[in-house]
């Protein structure tokens, strides 16, 4: 996880591969964001059979990983190509809080902050509702591998920082329609690492 010992080229981690998937398993996140909160150290026994250091203890250093809940925005779904995967449809919740708005501006006091008001216009009406459903519906049954878009809440991080890390995730676990149910139950809900 944390080689090569470098300085990373970019402050938020791209996830190059998302693990193999397991329909046995009930529906989870297969990642999640932390923040470096500090260092600290521990004293371990290092299990490592030919080393002098076996069964002995040493102090190694440690990093502290802040994890607040995530808040789930939105579902995407992919149809597997000959050319690998390909976005199918996306399906966003009704409601998107200002620190992920904040996202979508370069400047967010001169804005008029209209972003995504269209499509919460969906939820209110008959027809949006069930342009939703026709969505959902189609991604049970073409998609393959089901994403959820969820950010962080830098409100309670405690940096100075008010636009929210947006961030793709993969729903492992269960089937198709499995995981899209779970990510339309999660939607606008607070996520944490352990219920995740």
């Not at 708005?101 to 902050?113: A, E, P, T, V």
């Not at 940096?159 to 492992?172: I, P, T």
Request: glycine share 6%.
């Amino acid at each position: 996880v944390l080689l090569p010992r470098k300085r990373c080229k970019r402050h938020q981690g791209k996830i190059k591969s998302f693990p193999k998937d397991d329909a046995s398993q009930p529906c989870h996140l297969t990642a999640f964001v932390g923040f470096k909160a500090g260092m600290t150290h521990i004293v371990r026994e290092v299990d490592r059979v030919g080393s002098k250091t076996h069964k002995k203890e040493v102090v190694e250093a440690v990093t502290i990983i802040e994890t607040p809940p995530l808040v789930i925005v939105g579902i995407v779904g992919y149809v597997e190509t000959p050319r690998g995967l390909r976005q199918l449809t996306t399906v966003w919740a009704e409601h998107l809080s200002d620190e992920c708005k904040r996202r979508f501006y370069k400047n967010w006091y001169k804005s008029k902050r209209k972003a995504f008001s269209k499509a919460s216009k969906k939820w209110a009406d008959e027809d949006g509702k069930k342009s939703i459903e026709r969505d959902l519906e189609k991604m049970k049954k073409y998609c393959k591998v089901v994403r959820v878009v969820c950010h962080t809440q830098q409100k309670l991080v405690g940096l100075k920082q008010k636009r929210a890390h947006l961030m793709e995730v993969q729903v492992n676990g269960g089937s198709v329609a499995d995981k899209v149910e779970w990510a339309k139950e999660k939607l606008e809900k607070n996520v944490s690492i352990i219920s995740s």
